[in-house]
């Protein structure tokens, strides 16, 4: 019998996130000067920021390269941006390899074709709603919310209650 979604959240220490199409809901605002614009949820910074605070380790893995992006994330406290990646799961093995992790312990969110083997080799694959179906058939979990729509709070919220670490907390003050 498959392991239930919910079993698998107990093993997560880590969480892995693409950033278009699950921190941003994938569409680009193109100025006049050719500058490439996204938009993300603050509530998903403040679940970035709660996990990080409670010892969780957040990686990005992306195949941008909008360095606002990577100043947003690293604003939020997220030291592990991968930017770049088109190959994420060689990013993905050599981040396990140098924090001595295990596949059970990542959960890995992503929406399409470049997440796909990550998605299914990470001890819980997950997707926004709005994913493409290659992407929904290899996940553990498809979220509720869509891709810069509280996906990730989602995700993160699911996790950090099963281990009984969503909880009020001054040290997250905003988003």
Known sequence: MATSYKELLHNITTIVLDVDGVLTDG????????????TMNAKDGYAIKAALVQGYRVCIITGGRNLG???RLQGLGVADVFMNAHDKMQVLKEYM????LQSSE??????????VPAVEF?????CPQDA??????????ISH???GDCCVRDVIEQVMKVHGKWTVDATVKSS
């Open 132 to 141: 493409i179906p290659e992407i929904k058939a290899v996940s553990d979990y």
């Open 106 to 115: 990542i959960l890995y969110m992503g929406d399409d074709m470049p997440d």
């Open 97 to 100: 390899d140098t924090h001595q």
């Open 145 to 147: 919310r869509h891709g």
């Open 69 to 71: 992006v990577k100043s």
């Open 27 to 38: 569409r680009l605002l193109i100025s006049e000067s050719g500058e490439l614009l996204r």
């Open 122 to 126: 990470a001890g819980l694959g997950a």
